[in-house]
């Protein structure tokens, strides 16, 4: 055979190879792209269809148009002036800060404890904090409303609502696996230098730690954000609600229900966790990677 006979059959071949192997993959590909997409649509598809209802009055809302209205103003007033909206997020904005801050500090210095402290019964204490794990709130809610406000005199006020959360049980063991993992030198290496314990966690630990402080940060957010029972039963002052209580407010209105408000208050009332998970995502993904080297 001939080299240019054998160049031939050799760039003859390359197309077909390729050809065949495109053939093979693209059905496979398109099917995985065209699930995706559905299963996207119908995800995303409550939430466009809320947007939607926000602009539109209850005429249009039953007669089921699919295209936004134009009372996008008049529900904007009448969630925000007519309903107080505006106070509830402030109020859950407060309380919700307050409460990630202040369990972030104390998951914090309850994971120092367990790891670098050692004193006696501290696996019986550690063992006592992951049984609170599964005791959620509604449990204990009696016991802690009776001695919340009976014996506190804390009703409708802001420590109601922000001190019976301080505490966590998932950031003390998920700080308590993070420092675990962190090579024991940088502990012997601060003692040598003379820094104390605080002064460890506030120079080596915490700057090595923003994944972990983020990821706590957004699931402690989210979770006061939506808190429904607990402010529904000590909060009776309606200038101390918050936005998950006011909602209830826009279901039902003197000439019955308004679903354009409704929705509009929903939307906005999702807005601060949206903000929230976007700002803290890289931290909130790479935070639970607990067994990876920081």
Same mark, same amino acid.
Not at 34 to 62: H, K, M
Not at 206 to 213: Q, R, V
Not at 251 to 270: E, F, K, N, Q, R
């Given at each position: 055979?001939?080299? #240019?006979?054998? !160049?031939?059959?050799?760039?003859?071949?390359?197309? #077909?190879?390729?050809?065949?192997?495109?053939?093979?993959?693209?059905?496979? %590909?398109?099917?995985?792209?065209?699930?995706?997409?559905?299963?996207?649509?119908?995800?995303?598809?409550?939430?466009?269809?809320?947007? &939607?209802?926000?602009?539109?009055?209850?005429?249009?809302?039953?007669? !089921? %148009?699919?295209? *936004?209205?134009?009372?996008?103003?008049?529900?904007?007033?009448?969630?925000?002036?007519?309903?107080?909206?505006?106070? !509830?997020?402030?109020?859950?904005?407060?309380?919700?800060?307050?409460?990630?801050?202040?369990?972030?500090?104390?998951?914090?210095?309850?994971?120092?404890?367990?790891? !670098? *402290?050692?004193?006696?019964g501290k696996w019986l204490v550690f063992g006592f904090v992951l049984i609170t794990l599964m005791m959620p709130t509604e449990i204990l809610i009696i016991a802690l409303l009776r001695f919340v406000v009976i014996d506190l005199g804390w009703g409708s006020t802001y420590q109601a609502l922000i001190v019976p959360f301080i505490a966590s049980a998932t950031g003390t063991f998920l700080f308590r696996q993070h420092f675990a993992n962190i090579p024991s030198e940088l502990s012997e290496a601060a003692q040598l230098d003379?820094?104390?314990?605080?002064?460890?966690?506030?120079?080596?630990?915490?700057?090595?730690?923003?994944?972990?402080?983020?990821?706590?940060?957004?699931?402690? @957010?989210?979770?006061?954000?939506?808190?429904?029972?607990?402010?529904?039963?000590?909060?009776?002052?309606?200038? %101390?609600?918050?936005?998950?209580?006011?909602?209830?407010?826009? &279901?039902?209105?003197?000439?019955?229900?308004?679903?354009?408000?409704?929705?509009?208050?929903?939307?906005?009332?999702?807005?601060?966790?949206?903000?929230?998970?976007?700002?803290?995502?890289?931290?909130?993904?790479?935070? @639970?990677?607990?067994? %990876?080297?920081?």
């Open positions: 055979m001939s080299s #240019e006979s054998l !160049y031939k059959d050799l760039t003859l071949s390359v197309p #077909e190879t390729t050809f065949s192997t495109n053939r093979r993959w693209l059905p496979k %590909r398109f099917g995985a792209h065209l699930f995706l997409i559905a299963a996207c649509f119908i995800i995303g598809f409550p939430l466009l269809y809320a947007v &939607i209802v926000s602009t539109q009055t209850n005429a249009d809302v039953f007669a !089921y %148009r699919f295209t *936004f209205g134009n009372a996008l103003a008049d529900n904007l007033n009448v969630v925000m002036n007519t309903r107080n909206l505006g106070t !509830y997020m402030w109020n859950t904005v407060f309380t919700a800060v307050a409460v990630t801050v202040g369990k972030t500090i104390l998951s914090l210095l309850a994971g120092l404890a367990f790891v !670098y *402290f050692k004193f006696p003379g820094a104390n314990a605080l002064q460890f966690l506030w120079r080596v630990l915490i700057p090595i730690s923003w994944n972990t402080i983020g990821a706590l940060a957004v699931i402690q @957010f989210v979770y006061v954000w939506n808190m429904y029972l607990w402010p529904r039963l000590v909060i009776t002052d309606s200038s %101390r609600q918050v936005v998950q209580v006011g909602l209830q407010s826009l &279901i039902s209105t003197d000439t019955g229900i308004t679903y354009g408000p409704l929705m509009l208050g929903a939307v906005i009332a999702s807005i601060p966790p949206v903000i929230v998970f976007v700002l803290l995502q890289k931290q909130f993904m790479s935070g @639970f990677a607990i067994g %990876r080297d920081k």
